[in-house]
């Protein structure tokens, strides 16, 4: 594993965190998150391309800049950090990673190129209306008729769902489970989205009656790279998320520093300094796990899976941990509308569950710990 | 021992209410009577339309008026701080003029102490009221202020002198709400309501026999509303949600209440709802995870302990014992139980913890309880400032050295408002 | 339930702690706790007697004074807070209960007597080497010869085991499970005492070969019995404990009121105030836990088993998380042997196991749940 | 650039090793040719039984050696932070006469800082040194004293002004244990052990030459002790247990780890024991309890997460990068862990925590682990001492207000001896 960042990595993330304070300050992330998509076209188009950020992890065959999963988690720390309203978590950590561990090579350059270069928007639809989040109780079906396939189902908690080009859907075509490839405008598709308490990440749910459908991969073979997929997505998040912790903190700290109560800065307060103590313990800790997850799967290390489920249950819990004692030390200001704060502690929140929470990861963590493999 | 008896007591309401209750008289008439007669306020003096009763009979007279169904006095809201305070340091006139239609309901209060400088520290207030030619005139911001949009009367706290240490400088007054100088703007909240306003000042005006108290002696009035804050922390649980019974008197009081609560409703969701948690547990079949089990069980312990723990404070008190600790605790227990709650609900809901409104668990409650909850630790005093409160009241540990009371509140640093 | 104590009741109390102050002070506690015993015949016979300790919760029929479960409580909470090393808990908590629930009337007339009196000390061995509280892995077996009983068997963690004159066991008659009472000294009985955490309560193995033993109650029908006395023993324990907790709360405040550090005490520090108001609370809710679980016994309340898991698995993790607050306030000085600290974090670790860990009735109590019982 | 390649370095101190290594060797004769080779301690000076070696690339000489299995100077206990103080602070004629002794192991040091009354306040040190005829003479008494019982020398800072500010009057001196006026007592802590000492001296004497750095300059040169002892708080994780291999040395080697390393014999307990745990929840049948099976992985993520952030302060350190907030953390981190590890390891235990020696699972170890864990929030510096480090060196957070810093030490109230 790697423990400490290269030069031109630091420097990445430098560039990167100027450009989103920028371009993605809480102005235009409360613009955005107001609308119903929850994301522009345009403005995305734009921000990805100047930045090449949907390009970074996509191998150079296929039309990306061919870097692995450490300079992706950095990507997403700091748009964890600046709150990036964009379809990228759902591009880049759900649907890319499904069509590199899934597609057929053929698949893999005709859909990759497009989204390296921002024209498509992609996510994964694997979940349900139960909310399992494994693929495990999938009723979704998948037909095959005239060499065609068809989707027959119901997709929830589907990030971006209801404005992706392209969705890798999950279904059960009888001989196991298959990922498949429906456009976004597919006819028979409903796509509805959902009122999350996360304003700037939207979710849909999708109604697929008779969707025409292509097979990413071998039907019936879904469930190695589902897995492989979802533990990727998690190392991701973790990283995202310890962008958005990090993010709270500083601002409390900032914010205990100017505020004055009983003619002093709070911040003098014994019970203020140690409790900055603590969120910086709290969330430097949450950052090696979810470096080292990601460092790990950078490497192909054989315990992953037990890494993702660990960087991913300890970034939860210190993201909504940090959130908590980030209203708290702004008193009733962190508790207004107007007040930033409640952005970031919104996203904590919906973070924490997405993907599982934090004791299912616990539980996974100790079915996949291999204990001579951990560092 | 008192003058009165439970038993006595309890004959004679019972007496009057089955011979003077008519759920078709209109309501203030019907209050009205209630205060003339002593039954408005029991606990308050006879003059003011109570009868001196003891604190521990007044359930009695409440039982009696339940079982009758009857309805009572006004009690919502902030009129009976407003009452409380006025009680002990306004003058006759001034009890004359607003205690009547305090009980009546005629009149709406509000609570003018919080600033955006002076949360924690509310003996901090900013707010100026300077004395010209025969008036006070009022500048500056309040906030956190329920109901001030539809009040008549607001309890002020406002700096009179800048020239002595913070506390000194405090005057108290009841303000005119509907008067040109004031603007009442609302509050949005993280969990999307605005139960709360920010109110601006500008020459607001305020005649000078609306002082209540003398002049700079306006910490101690305040210390009086907030007492009685303290102690009736939790008591909009107990107000009366109405009747769903037919009558023009049970009308009008849903009619009220529609007005007077509505910055309330979310409160229950705020305190985590443990009510909700085992039948939550049981529909969504997380009750049969252990993991679940052991968090599930956590919080009812956690929660029926608080609730033991309030018993016993008044318990105590209903004996006339000296406070115990125990009735310190509450504000910091439901913190406690309230974020253990929200880590539940999170629990139970799994991926539905994702949605809200419509959507969501509940229509939406659930989602209301994780975006609310934040506020319990904070609103009517942090937990740090509840930590503060027991250990220095309570376990008579060393007071924090202060540098803000030993000098003129106008070199006393602080911030410039927001 | 009742929610405040009686004048009589705090009267009581009062009195008691007095005594216990005097009789059981520290260095009192550590000369017991040095002896392989653990307590003293003599001295205990007389401390008993004065106070009436054991014959206080029997009822007046069989030689005591009648006094319920509060009472009982009482005194429970005021030994643990005085840390008594006395043979009162196997006694009183665990041996009585089971004479009481499943001893028939003439059992009772005959064992309880000398046992209000003082004369005898009883224990209640149903635990064995697996360790599980409710006596459902009881592997000892009872075998009926010639109109008697014998047993056979293995049984530890048995509460001042080696020194107790009756002991109550446990044990599988084919029909089921029974208790039976066995003298100290039978033959065939062999004790021998454990070392362990809690040096001032003391515990035993015992081996039991063809040992001669009275049905104590009908054959085969000590289920219920057990239950009640196990529900009642932890209520009475969870007395114990709080008042242990209380004792190490006060030391510890009066410690940092005294102790001086940067010159100034360091109570006048927010986070030693912080704790210390942390710790008061935990304190408190476990004690009205405590209370009203005994005063829920006393009613005879149906949600017994429920508010007995409950107040055990609060006051445990009240009573421990207070000793290591205890410890820390105390600073290095509460780490020595020579600090009585560390007397009561041991008896905190050794009630947080015994009768079963937070954990395990944490589980119990959702499963005795009953939520329109709950109060 | 530095003048070093790690390759250059490891072939010369391969190369040095293969022509002189031999497991047959005095142990003191061998330190000494280390020491005149510059390979004892290679990040030292040239001129002092090193190499100027950075520290990055001091594990290559420590593979070497391990590769051939060589033994190396002395480095537990005190001595390293007694070498390290004397190199910057101390004279020429102090490193001469003690830092040889120090590498050969023919010395054992302790450290005489913590008092009664003097714990996380060390610079409030009452212990007095006072000039007399010709020699410092030391009254007072010390605690925390690891290897007292066997040390030849002390550290010991003491107060030799007590009419300037606490910081301002502390010497630094080296103390000879072995004299009439030093009596050294074991310190029985709750585990049962005594590794520990209380050190009292009554007319004890110091030469003038024993004084480190200027008079009233002691605060400095303790500094500079107590951050290579923070650097170096986990060393005696990585002491050289010993080689069980044959041949004299390593016989001498493993007769000096009995004395050197007993107290230090408990310290693995603790920190938790983490490594213990998955084998034991294995072994009871407890990794099957769902609720168990969180705690377990509970622990083993901060144990992780605490490792990786310890790591990630050793890589910045190593590309000599600017030191982060994660090189702060790892005393409170370490905190957090021991205490969910002594819970898991409770949980696992069931009824078996409930004995300890032989009756105890592990032989007793487990309970010790119970009873042992407490102290690691305490020993070198408690958390709450850490949490001020963290908030005012790394957050920049303002300090706390001092009292006792602006006045003669004489003045500052503080408890007499215990």
């Not at chain 1, 008729?145 to 589907?158: A, C, E, H, M, Q």
């Amino acid at each position: 594993m790697q423990f400490s960042f290269t030069e031109e990595q630091g420097e990445f993330r430098d560039v990167l965190r100027r450009f989103l304070a920028d371009r993605s300050a809480t102005a235009e992330v409360r613009r955005l998150m107001a609308t119903d998509r929850g994301w522009e076209p345009d403005g995305w188009r734009k921000l990805n391309q100047e930045m090449g950020l949907t390009a970074l992890a996509i191998p150079e065959d296929y039309g990306g800049q061919g870097f692995g999963v450490v300079e992706h988690a950095i990507v997403m720390e700091e748009a964890g950090r600046a709150l990036l309203c964009a379809p990228y978590f759902a591009t880049t950590a759900l649907a890319v990673p499904a069509i590199l561990t899934a597609g057929t090579e053929d698949q893999k350059r005709a859909l990759l190129p497009a989204i390296a270069a921002g024209d498509t928007v992609a996510t994964l639809a694997h979940v349900e209306d139960d909310g399992v989040w494994d693929g495990s109780t999938t009723t979704a079906t998948a037909t095959e008729k005239n060499g065609g396939w068809s989707l027959d189902g119901t997709k929830s908690f589907v990030v971006d769902g209801h404005t992706a080009d392209l969705i890798v859907v999950l279904a059960s075509a009888g001989t196991g489970l298959s990922l498949f490839t429906v456009a976004g405008d597919a006819d028979g598709l409903t796509r509805r989205p959902l009122t999350g308490v996360d304003p700037t990440r939207k979710l849909a749910r999708l109604e697929l009656k008779g969707v025409a459908a292509e097979p990413l991969g071998t039907i019936g073979k879904a469930a190695v790279p589902l897995a492989e997929t979802l533990d990727q997505a998690a190392i991701l998040l973790a990283n995202e998320m310890v962008g958005g912790a990090e993010r709270l903190r500083e601002d409390a700290q900032e914010y205990v520093a100017m505020r004055m109560q009983f003619g002093r800065a709070i911040a003098s307060f014994q019970a203020i300094k140690h409790r900055c103590a603590d969120m910086l313990l709290d969330v430097e800790m949450a950052k090696s796990a979810a470096y080292a997850a990601a460092s790990a799967a950078a490497d192909g290390d054989a315990n992953v899976p037990a890494l993702a489920s660990l960087a991913k249950a300890c970034a939860a819990d210190t993201y909504m941990a940090t959130a908590v004692t980030a209203i708290q030390l702004h008193g009733g200001i962190g508790f207004t509308w107007d007040n930033d704060t409640h952005l970031w502690f919104k996203r904590a929140k919906a973070s924490e569950v997405m993907l599982g929470d934090p004791t299912y990861h616990r539980e996974l963590m100790l079915q996949r710990w291999h204990e001579e493999d951990a560092a | 021992m008192s003058e009165f008896t439970e038993a006595g007591v309890r004959a004679e309401v019972r007496a009057w209410l089955e011979a003077n209750w008519d759920p078709d008289r209109g309501l203030v008439d019907w209050r009205n009577m209630l205060a003339d007669a002593g039954w408005a306020m029991p606990a308050w003096p006879k003059q003011w339309y109570g009868r001196g009763l003891p604190t521990g009979l007044v359930p009695v007279v409440d039982e009696e008026f339940a079982r009758i169904g009857a309805v009572g006095a006004a009690k919502t809201g902030i009129r009976i701080l407003a009452a409380a305070t006025l009680l002990v340091h306004g003058t006759e006139e001034q009890k004359q003029k607003y205690l009547r239609r305090i009980v009546t309901g005629e009149d709406t209060w509000c609570q003018l102490f919080s600033e955006p400088g002076s949360g924690s520290d509310l003996a901090g207030a900013s707010t100026r009221a300077d004395f010209q030619g025969n008036k006070w005139v009022v500048n500056g911001q309040k906030v956190w202020t329920t109901s001030a949009h539809h009040a008549d009367w607001g309890l002020l706290l406002a700096r009179t002198d800048w020239d002595v240490p913070k506390h000194k400088g405090l005057s108290y007054f009841v303000l005119d709400i509907n008067q040109p100088g004031v603007s009442v703007q609302p509050l949005k909240q993280m969990n999307g309501h605005a139960s709360f306003n920010q109110v601006f000042f500008t020459d607001a005006e305020v005649p000078p026999e609306n002082q209540v108290g003398e002049l700079g002696e306006g910490w101690a009035v305040a210390t009086t509303t907030l007492m009685h804050e303290r102690r009736g922390a939790d008591s909009f649980r107990s107000w009366s949600m109405g009747s769903d019974r037919a009558g023009r008197i049970y009308d009008e009081e849903r009619a009220e209440n529609a007005t007077q609560l509505e910055p309330y409703k979310w409160y229950p969701q705020r305190a985590g709802r443990v009510d909700l948690v085992l039948q939550r547990a049981r529909e969504t079949g997380r009750i049969d995870d252990p993991a679940v089990r052991q968090e599930v069980a956590s919080l009812l312990t956690m929660h029926h302990a608080a609730v033991w723990t309030a018993r016993r404070a008044r318990a105590a008190q209903a004996l006339g014992r000296p406070q115990g600790p125990e009735g310190s605790l509450g504000k910091l227990a439901s913190s406690n139980v309230a974020r253990q709650a929200a880590h539940v609900h999170t629990l139970i809901a799994g991926a539905d913890a994702l949605l809200s409104g419509e959507d969501g668990p509940m229509d939406g409650l659930i989602a209301e309880i994780l975006v609310s909850v934040p506020a319990i630790s904070i609103a009517g005093g942090t937990d740090e400032i509840q930590r503060n409160i027991i250990a220095e009241r309570v376990l008579r540990m060393p007071k924090e050295s202060r540098i803000d009371t030993d000098r003129a509140f106008r070199d006393v640093p602080r911030n410039t408002v927001r």
